[in-house]
Structures are given as structure tokens and as C-alpha cells.
T-cell receptor, first 114, second 117 residues
Framework: GAGVSQSPSNKVTEKGKDVELRCDPI?????LYWYRQSLGQGLEFLIY????????KSGLPSDRFSAERTGGSVSTLTIQRTQQEDSAVYLC????????????FGNGTRLTVT | AQKITQTQPGMFVQEKEAVTLDCTYD???????LFWYKQPSSGEMIFLIY??????QNATEGRYSLNFQKARKSANLVISASQLGDSAMYFC??????????????FGKGTRLSVIA
């Protein structure tokens, strides 16, 4: 596709349920990122995949959060036992390798935990 | 420690005037990149401009320019001839280079710019 694709665009779930968010990066981009943005706030880094290297998980807020990237392409962010404070927009981005490569963002998944 | 600091939560500018959005950063890596993104109310993240730490000249992209002062560790965004469509959140971000393990892009808290007719 032409850009980063995220699904679903909106997700409403009950507290305690598990959710999976999907990201399809731009073809050829080796780096993939997940960020979280709460209402009116900045972007909070969650996790970063770069090629075949071990992912940088330093931003994951708790062990309820995990992510994988299969075949160096599609990524899934999983949140187990969701809490109300998990409500936010989850943004995925991809880029080429290199310090000067800009991130290209998807339109995000708006997660609401009731 | 905060890597990117944007001290202006909100800014107002008159249409057709220029405005400067402040950004300071903190790194000990000699190789790094600085980025500015625009986020309108629709929520999309739009890449505006990039400045590399080794670049000799300030970056420019149309009405956007970056006032890069390396010794002061500042990378302020200048928007010339402001337009109503420039009203948005603006984020400064930094990525450190190989010496720091090619870190992910770290964002500041953003500045909300409002352009007044």
C-alpha cells in the first residue's frame, strides 16, 4: 500500500478484555514503531522493531503490553486485561533505517476501555 | 531525563506573520537527527522538516525553516507567512545515532499553535 495502515480505526472494549491492534507498514521499511497518545498529550514511545534485531521494548508500560512483528512486516500490539487508563490513540509508524529517515505514521487506532 | 523540551504549551500568531516554536534537546551522541511534525485536529502526523547534527546549513522546506543552534542544543521551527491552516499541534523529535544504538524517535510534549485571522 501507499502508506502505513492500521486496524481497527476504533475499538471499544470492556475492562479486563484483551485487544489486538494491527499495523501494516510501508513496504521496504525496516523499522516499525508503536506510540501511544492520550487525549491532548504528546506521543509516548512503546516499542521499536529494527530489521532482525531484538526489539526495543523499553517503553512498554507494563507486562500486559506486548508486540510482535512477523516476517519483518506486519506488527500486532496486544494489550491483555485492559484497564481504563489504556484508553488512548495507538499510533504505528515505519521508516527506513538511518538517523535521518522520517517516520511515516498511520492514522491510529482509538482504543476506549469502558 | 527529558530528551526533548518544548516550553510553549500554546502560541498565538496573526495570519501572515512569522512564528517561532521553541525546541531544546539533550544528547551526548555526536550523530543525531531532529524532526518536526504537525498534527492537525484530524489527528494525522505530518512530517515537516529534518535537520541532521552534521548539517552545516539550517534546513528549509517551503515556509518552514529550522533555526539550528548546535552549541545551545536548540532546534526552533520558524513558520513564515502563517496561514489559518497552520493551526495545529507541533511536535519536535530527536533520534540518536549509532553511538546510542540507533534509538527510536523521541517526541517533545508539543506546542499548540493557533493562527488568528
Amino acid at each position: 500500500g501507499a502508506g502505513v495502515s492500521q486496524s481497527p480505526s476504533n475499538k471499544v472494549t470492556e475492562k479486563g478484555k484483551d485487544v489486538e491492534l494491527r499495523c501494516d507498514p510501508i513496504s521496504g521499511h525496516t523499522a516499525l514503531y508503536w506510540y501511544r497518545q492520550s487525549l491532548g498529550q504528546g506521543l509516548e514511545f512503546l516499542i521499536y522493531f529494527q530489521g532482525n534485531s531484538a526489539p526495543d521494548k523499553s517503553g512498554l508500560p507494563s507486562d500486559r503490553f506486548s508486540a510482535e512483528r512477523t516476517g519483518g512486516s506486519v506488527s500486532t500490539l496486544t494489550i491483555q486485561r485492559t484497564q481504563q487508563e489504556d484508553s488512548a490513540v495507538y499510533l504505528c509508524a515505519s521508516s527506513h533505517q538511518g538517523v535521518g529517515s522520517p517516520l511515516h505514521f498511520g492514522n491510529g487506532t482509538r482504543l476506549t476501555v469502558t | 531525563a527529558q530528551k526533548i523540551t518544548q516550553t510553549q504549551p500554546g502560541m498565538f500568531v496573526q495570519e501572515k506573520e512569522a512564528v517561532t516554536l521553541d525546541c531544546t534537546y539533550d544528547t551526548s551522541d555526536p550523530s543525531y537527527g531532529l524532526f518536526w511534525y504537525k498534527q492537525p485536529s484530524s489527528g494525522e502526523m505530518i512530517f515537516l522538516i529534518y535537520q541532521g547534527s552534521y548539517d552545516q546549513q539550517n534546513a528549509t522546506e517551503g515556509r518552514y525553516s529550522l533555526n539550528f543552534q548546535k552549541a545551545r542544543k536548540s532546534a526552533n521551527l520558524v513558520i513564515s507567512a502563517s496561514q489559518l491552516g497552520d493551526s495545529a499541534m507541533y511536535f519536535c523529535a530527536m533520534r540518536e545515532g549509532p553511538n546510542s544504538g540507533n534509538t527510536p524517535l523521541v517526541f517533545g510534549k508539543g506546542t499548540r499553535l493557533s493562527v488568528i485571522a
